[in-house]
């Protein structure tokens, strides 16, 4: 349990760090990616392919952190 809390700790520390660099507001292509994954993640969840569900999430949150322009930031959050 306490591993648990640890890595859900350094997940929002590592996510608030790359939503502070952000530059808002967003591009619109940027905002178009993601509303589209949404779309798709909803379609995902009224079929009950939970699978599509996590992969689609995974997608939404790389895309939604690329803006940070911080390619290590990038990759630590990917891999938590």
């Given at each position: 349990a306490a591993e648990v809390e640890e890595i859900y700790e350094l997940r929002e520390l590592l996510q608030g760090r790359a939503v502070d660099r952000m530059s808002l507001p967003s591009r619109?292509?940027?905002v178009h990616a993601l509303r589209?994954?949404?779309d798709e993640?909803?379609?995902a969840?009224?079929?009950g392919d939970l699978r599509r569900v996590d992969?689609?999430?995974?997608?939404f949150h790389r895309v939604f952190?690329?803006?940070c322009g911080h390619r290590h930031l990038i990759e630590a959050i990917a891999h938590y």
């Open positions: 619109p292509e940027h589209a994954l949404q993640h909803d379609n969840v009224e079929a992969q689609v999430n995974d997608e952190f690329s803006t």
